[in-house]
């Protein structure tokens, strides 16, 4: 089976901490995706990764940023974070661009 | 418009009904189609997944296409508690990048 595991399932920051969240997948999938989840607004994607050290904007990249410094690992840092990034944060992953997409348990952030 | 309109729901159903769960889209370029199943607060997972037109089953789950409407279903047959979740479907084009567009999702509660 495909696991996809984020480094935490609940965190609380304060406005203008710089906050990493972190997704591992053990398949060797190729790509990687982070995305946000919010009541009404459904997901919404971030960034992704088609390649290691490769990354592309997603629909709402601002105040976002990402590294793949290896290819099982894709992690999602806000710079400063704010209070209208509280969201449950979900990374995925999918083996080539006609595969299905893998999700993380996901992380749920409160930015105080 | 949004590319892809679901119904939020809820839709609340007695256990042995059997549930209808469908979307709409706008882009004739989509090709892939998938459904997701999420639990409260965990990621989504995957249930069907389907290229272009027609039906697929597996178990109590049918996924039908039926792209010259734009319109895709989700029976489940035989509903059960264990069913109540949120419903997201999901698609994509073929050919270079495979960004998924997501449904908002549709939460189900069946009643025992």
């Known amino acids: 089976d495909v696991k996809v595991t984020q480094s935490s399932r609940y965190l609380v920051k304060r406005t203008g901490e710089k906050v990493f969240l972190e997704c591992v997948q053990d398949?060797?999938?190729?790509?990687m995706f982070w995305y946000r989840q919010d009541p009404g607004l459904g997901l919404r994607l971030i960034y992704f990764?088609?390649?290691?050290?490769?990354?592309e904007k997603g629909d709402i990249p601002e105040g976002y940023s990402v590294s793949r410094e290896k290819k099982e690992r894709f992690s999602l840092i806000l710079e400063s974070a704010s209070t209208n990034q509280t969201s449950m944060y979900l990374c995925?992953?999918?083996?080539?661009?006609?595969?299905?997409?893998?999700f993380g348990p996901g992380t749920r952030l409160t930015v105080l | 418009q949004k590319e892809v309109e679901q119904d939020p729901g809820p839709l609340s159903v007695p256990e042995g009904a059997i549930v209808s769960l469908n979307c709409t889209y706008s882009?004739?370029?989509?090709?892939?189609f998938m459904w997701y199943r999420q639990y409260s607060r965990k990621g989504p997972e995957l249930l069907m997944y389907?290229?272009?037109?027609g039906n697929k089953e597996d178990g109590r789950f049918t996924a039908q296409v039926d792209k010259s409407s734009k319109y895709i279903s989700l029976f489940i047959r035989d509903s059960q508690p264990s069913d109540s979740a949120t419903y997201l479907c999901a698609m994509s084009s073929a050919g270079g990048y495979q960004k998924v567009t997501f449904g908002i999702g549709t939460k189900l509660q069946v009643i025992p």
């Open positions: 990764s088609y390649d290691v050290k490769m990354k």
């Open positions: 882009n004739s370029a989509f090709q892939y």
């Open positions: 398949m060797d999938h190729e790509n």
């Open positions: 389907t290229y272009s037109s």
């Open positions: 995925a992953s999918s083996w080539d661009n006609t595969d299905t997409q893998y």
